[in-house]
């Protein structure tokens, strides 16, 4: 490992159509600090190369993220605040509407910011120890830019206590809210799963299904648009060769 590699806070790797992203910064248990912002935005440009079918983030223990990097926040001034919420606001973007699906493993707890991060991806997979908590109003703040990604997800009366008093709340709470999707014991082997499933449908179908799930407007006539150009696609005609000869398609990895 090179010396720039060792001062690295977000780690890339891509093997068998799967792009791996790692937040490497368990001195601040995550802190979604300027660097380690930028590098996840380097990471996840790597991620849009051509070959790569589904994105996992993930990270080293103790934790998933414990949100805003404090330290840094409160010394750099107003527009060190402006420079670092706009990172987070086009990381939780681009999560969010990127070409591929993805999907977040964590096994340690989240906190604030953390819980934006998470909430961005299509897929949340958590260990049923993990614990989450909207922290802000603790230090006189509010959920703000997390609110988009969360409220998306639950709805607001399941949100209305935690995100009101800053409490700590169970994985299994989580779920219940909506906010999560799986929670599993081995949470690699989840996601694994998961990552097999990705792997063996069509791409622009996946695509074209995160579309319909991230859309905020629905009608039966684009439906109706969508569902005939997908299946007179190449895609679809290779699926159903694939389905009528009970063989594998040219895209499944």
């Keep these: 490992m090179s010396e720039r590699d060792s001062e690295r806070l977000v780690h890339y790797a891509v093997a068998g159509g799967v792009a791996t992203i790692t937040l490497d910064s368990p001195g601040n248990r995550n802190a979604l600090s300027r ?6 935005h380097e990471a996840l440009d790597q991620a849009e190369q051509p070959g790569v079918r589904v994105t996992v983030l993930t990270h080293t223990l103790p934790a998933f993220c414990a949100g805003a990097d404090l330290k840094e ?13 706009s990172l987070m606001v086009r990381a939780i973007e681009r999560l969010g509407s990127g070409r591929t699906p993805t999907i977040a493993a964590v096994s ?3 906190r604030a910011g953390g819980v934006g991060v998470m909430a961005a991806c299509d897929l949340v997979v958590v260990h049923p120890s993990v614990t989450f908590a909207f922290s802000e109003v603790r230090i006189g703040v509010a959920p703000a830019i997390i609110s988009v990604p969360i409220l998306a997800r ?5 949100l209305a206590a935690p995100f009101l008093t800053g409490e700590a709340f169970s994985a299994e709470r989580a779920y219940d809210m909506g906010l999560i999707t799986h929670v599993a014991d081995d949470v690699a082997a989840t996601v694994a799963a998961l990552v097999a499933g990705v792997l063996a449908s069509g791409p622009e179908a996946v695509a074209a299904t ?18 005939e150009t997908l299946f007179n696609s190449a895609e679809a005609a290779e699926g159903m060769r694939a389905f009528a000869a009970k063989s594998r398609p040219a895209w499944s990895v």
Excluded at 35 to 40: R, S, V
Excluded at 154 to 158: A, D, F, I, N, V
């Design 108 to 110: 340690g707890p989240a």
């Design 154 to 158: 639950c709805g607001w009366s399941k």
């Design 35 to 40: 660097q380690l912002l930028e590098e996840l």
């Design 73 to 85: 926040r409160g010394s750099g001034g107003s527009s060190a605040v402006a420079s670092s919420s």
């Design 210 to 227: 995160r579309r319909i799930l991230r859309s905020a407007e629905r009608n039966m006539v684009d439906m109706q648009a969508l569902s």
